[in-house]
């Protein structure tokens, strides 16, 4: 079965929206203090979701929620209270479109930028 999902990324922990200055104009962007992610040993940066099954289909057929798994250092740092409202930041639904296991997965390349490298847009 293949889903489709939607993800409303600025509910990721400690994320916020950011005008930044491009080379031909500003840009909103979204920021996410790296720290949030699990580091890979090759410098990817991996965002640990948990993925759980809705008791009822909801009104816009979505089976399934979607919460942000924090590392530890940032799990440790919210209150009782915070732990327990961890926000839903989305849902999954199955997909409409061709709902079978053929499909070719493909790897993006990891785009990277150093710091003295002006911005791409």
Do not use: W
Request: charged share 25%.
């Amino acid at each position: 079965m293949n889903y489709q999902a939607k993800i409303d990324i600025k509910k990721l922990n400690r994320a916020f929206v950011y005008p930044i200055q491009g080379k031909d104009a500003k840009v909103e962007c979204v920021c996410i203090p790296v720290d949030e992610f699990y580091k890979g040993k090759n410098g990817e940066l991996y965002c640990n979701l948990q993925l759980q099954e809705r008791k009822e289909i909801g009104q816009y057929g979505d089976t399934h929620f979607v919460k942000q798994s924090l590392e530890k250092e940032s799990y440790a740092k919210l209150t009782d209270e915070q732990k327990k409202t961890i926000p839903i930041i989305g849902s999954f639904q199955p997909s409409k479109f061709n709902n079978t296991n053929d499909a070719p997965v493909q790897t993006a390349p990891t785009p990277t930028k150093t710091e003295s490298e002006p911005l791409p847009f």
